[in-house]
């Protein structure tokens, strides 16, 4: 092997507030040597998502564990096998797993995945975060064919695809929220949503009325706080609402002060509506089908697939700090 260091990013501290680049250190290290079972994976690509942030905090309030100060960040990753002694892996093997932030990965041999060899046009499109889409769109809200439906955080790595997955479902009207007009004019003119209620100008709930006269019925939630408020007050009767992700609380400065969403039960309970919390650890047999549905929606056109790419381990850090700062759209890839 030529290389015989490597680099990986360690959490340095923990975090007061936003993410800002004194949180991480850079270290070199030897490169690990596989044992019997074990596989070395060479990284080409990583993603980064909001849970990296909240996993930085000692309490995470998510059945995750924290990453530890000192130690290297974890995230999904996507690289080849370098060496895999005893396994059914081969060096030359393209792979999916959870230990990026570094540049080579050893792990155990079951906790690498083979990929089918150019399924997708582009590597990076592993690390999207379309299962999770999908999951949301199919048995979160159960979109059904002329719904109305409205995704929050819809320029997001989830809510870029959400809304083309809805329409794939026959949505009528799509309708996302994002918080900048740039970004809502992308969402509009790049991913085919019909409309979109932008953060900052003016009340949700009276945006989101006016986008959708007639009310929604399914709601693809990854913000909670005055968006699924908002959701909630325009939801019709027998609408689903599908609570993926809580980005208000995730991302706020104390990771508290917007945690909380206020739910009129009586309401609720009158309309019939439904709310359903859903999370990928309970879903894991929709990443082989989504990565199917993808890599041809890539191919045909029928999808895209929105996203910021970085180059360089050392871009980590910034790639996590813009994300939580919002400054791109759809998914954050670092290519190693």
Aim: hydrophobic share 45%.
């Amino acid at each position: 092997m030529t290389n015989h260091t490597h680099r990986e990013i360690r959490l340095a501290a923990r975090p007061e507030g936003p993410v800002t680049d004194d949180l991480f250190e850079i270290a070199e290290v030897p490169v690990p040597e596989p044992g019997p079972g074990q596989v070395l994976v060479r990284n080409t690509h990583m993603g980064v998502a909001a849970v990296t942030r909240t996993l930085m905090d000692e309490d995470t309030g998510i059945p995750l564990a924290s990453f530890e100060i000192g130690a290297p960040l974890n995230g999904p990753a996507v690289g080849e096998v370098v060496a895999a002694p005893g396994t059914d892996l081969a060096p030359g093997d393209l792979v999916e797993h959870r230990l990026g932030w570094r540049e080579y990965a050893l792990l155990d041999a079951d906790e690498a995945h083979r990929l089918e060899p150019g399924l997708m046009p582009d590597p990076a499109a592993y690390l999207s975060q379309g299962p999770t889409a999908l999951m949301g769109v199919e048995r979160g809200a159960e979109v059904r064919p002329g719904d109305t439906v409205f995704v929050t955080g819809a320029a997001g790595g989830v809510g870029s695809l959400a809304g083309q997955i809805a329409r794939q479902f026959g949505a009528a009207r799509v309708i996302g929220s994002t918080g900048s007009r740039a970004k809502a004019d992308r969402l509009i003119g790049e991913l085919g949503y019909d409309a979109v209620v932008i953060r900052g100008a003016g009340p949700v709930e009276d945006q989101l009325r006016e986008a959708a006269p007639d009310g929604v019925d399914a709601v693809f939630d990854n913000v909670g706080g005055e968006q699924l408020t908002a959701a909630l007050a325009v939801a019709n009767k027998g609408a689903r609402i599908a609570l993926v992700g809580a980005l208000a609380s995730q991302l706020a400065a104390d990771g508290t002060s917007a945690a909380k969403t206020e739910i009129d039960t009586i309401s609720l309970l009158s309309r019939g509506i439904t709310l359903r919390g859903v999370a990928l650890y309970d879903h894991l047999d929709l990443i082989p089908q989504w990565n199917r549905r993808f890599a041809a929606g890539l191919r045909s056109g029928a999808l895209s697939f929105p996203h910021a790419r970085l180059r360089g381990i050392e871009q980590a850090p910034r790639a996590l700090r813009e994300l939580t700062e919002g400054r791109h759209l759809g998914a954050v890839v670092v290519e190693l």
